[in-house]
């Protein structure tokens, strides 16, 4: 098939690019060239900045395309630009959305069905700076323009949860794997807590099946929730770090209200962490049944660990500096908390894994 990536060069759009050039597709991207990731053999690269009108009727001279993928979408009236042009030389076309298109999350269960915020297709905010409390309104306008310029025939929208794994810019999974494998007390919320981070190529895969399927609709997409419990993923970077640990890394967990009164900011300090009523309730029953395999977040861990091991960096973002409780502030919590608790120096529970001799 010809597939054409609006964007492919940061993290999911790159994963999409490398799982669609191995199965034989023959895959265009649409990028400023800023972050020149290197493509896998046989991608053509069409240089453009999709906010100019001018570039991307310029990109649809080098079609038509079976599908436009578009993962770069976030700005609703510079999407229904590229949309309304790309129609005519695309058969169809899959945007990348996200669980914040939900108007109720993470305080209730979503499904595809769950009321979604209210959007402006032709919406402009006039800045690019990240803003999370836009983000989720702007790309429900991102999912409205592409429904206007294709119809729903034609049009395949893909919700995922967190995405995590190699590439990650965001940088939630690489914070943890450096604070493992900085070692000492670790503060760590919640260890029953589920959580349901989607591995990146797990994404591209599912979405991948769906395009050759000729799908279209609207698909959650995560692990079950309840699949993954947050201990585990800890446990999972502990364990993956430990050859390599400055010292080994001991998990202090503590008591989640506690931590709140405690002035940590939830999802940044502690990457992956909320105390909210619903933050990992995604219903992903439609992506299940129709074959999406989600592999164990230890795999996800894995894969990380040996891309930034092997010095991998990811693109620099301006999401990146969020994440992360500062050393200070963390061992000051962990003092107070073992305090409290009177038991400086017992051990926490569930028991740390040994590091390796
Ligand atoms: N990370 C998560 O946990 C998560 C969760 C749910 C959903 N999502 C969604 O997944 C998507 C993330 O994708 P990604 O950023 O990793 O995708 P990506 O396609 O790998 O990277 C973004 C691409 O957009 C290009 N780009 C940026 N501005 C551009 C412009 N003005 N004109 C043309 N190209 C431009 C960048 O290249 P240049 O800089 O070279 O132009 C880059 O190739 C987002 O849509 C996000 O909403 C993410």
Redesign the pocket.
Known sequence: MRVL?????????????EEAAGRGHDVT?????????RLPAGVRRVV?????AA?VRSLARSGPWDVVV?????VPA?VGQSARVLADVAERSAF?????AYREWPHAPVDEDSPLWDADPDHDPGTRRWDPDA?GPL?VGCEIAWHEAVGPQRLLVL??????GR????G?LPWWLKRMRRGGQVLAPAPDRAVQ?VDVRDLAQFLLDRIEQGDGGFFNVAPRPEATAYSAMLHACMSVTAASAERPAELIWVDEGWLVSQGVAQWTELPLWRNAAAPWAMNVERAHAAGLQCRPIAETVDDTWAWLRDGGRA?DHERFAEHGIAAEKEAAIVRRWLARLDRVGEVSWPAPLRTPD
Do not use: C, M, Q
Not at 5 to 17: A, H, K
Not at 29 to 37: D, K, P
Not at 48 to 52: A, C, Q, T
């Open positions: 990536v609006l964007g492919g060069s940061w993290f999911v759009g790159r994963v999409v690019v991207v649409f990028n400023r060239g800023v972050t020149a990731a453009g900045d999709r906010e100019s570039d578009d993962v770069s979408g976030n510079v990348i959305s996200t669980i914040s983000y790309k919700r995922p949860h967190v995405v995590l590439y990650e810019y965001v939630r981070p693109v």
